[in-house]
């Protein structure tokens, strides 16, 4: 098994933007593992813009494409709050990214623990 970087997600609110139920579970039981304080479930835009201007979350993690959609439209109102974000994505064509989005960490799918609390210790320091 391998060594989980440490990552201090204590007391901190992180939205996960998941089509998919289970995965997202498995997202929000992974989060809670690493400390989150509180873990916000959005499984469309709609949703997700909806929690992020009722509890702004402290970090978010956005699965790149909604069934026909891209959560693009999430992540610019995530980036317009400077709130931290990770893309997930089981998709090697990032092409509908735009360019002011590109720069965003991005994590594959399946997501394991380990990763996940990598990238999220490597965006919480910068």
Same mark, same amino acid.
């Given at each position: 098994?391998? +060594?989980?970087?440490? *990552?201090?997600?204590?007391?901190?609110r992180?939205? *996960?933007?998941e089509?998919?139920?289970?995965? @997202?579970?498995?997202?929000?039981?992974?989060? !809670?593992?690493?400390?989150a304080?509180a873990?916000?479930? =959005? =499984? +469309?835009?709609?949703?997700?813009?909806?929690?992020?201007? !009722?509890?702004?979350?402290?970090?978010?993690?956005?699965?790149?494409?909604?069934?026909?959609?891209?959560? *693009?439209?999430? #992540?610019? @109102?995530l980036? %317009?709050?400077?709130?931290?974000?990770?893309? =997930?994505?089981?998709? %090697?064509?990032?092409?509908?990214?735009? %360019? +002011?989005? !590109?720069? !965003? &960490?991005?994590?594959?799918? &399946? *997501?394991?623990?380990?990763?996940l #609390?990598?990238?999220?210790?490597?965006?919480?320091?910068?």
């Amino acid at each position: 098994m391998a +060594s989980v970087p440490s *990552v201090d997600l204590a007391g901190r609110r992180v939205l *996960v933007v998941e089509d998919q139920f289970v995965i @997202a579970l498995d997202m929000e039981r992974m989060l !809670r593992t690493l400390g989150a304080g509180a873990v916000d479930l =959005a =499984a +469309s835009i709609p949703d997700a813009l909806a929690t992020i201007a !009722r509890t702004p979350p402290d970090l978010a993690i956005l699965d790149l494409k909604l069934r026909t959609e891209t959560t *693009v439209p999430i #992540a610019e @109102a995530l980036q %317009a709050r400077a709130i931290p974000l990770v893309f =997930a994505t089981g998709y %090697a064509d990032l092409g509908a990214m735009p %360019a +002011s989005l !590109r720069d !965003r &960490p991005l994590l594959g799918k &399946p *997501v394991e623990l380990a990763d996940l #609390a990598g990238i999220l210790g490597q965006l919480l320091k910068t």
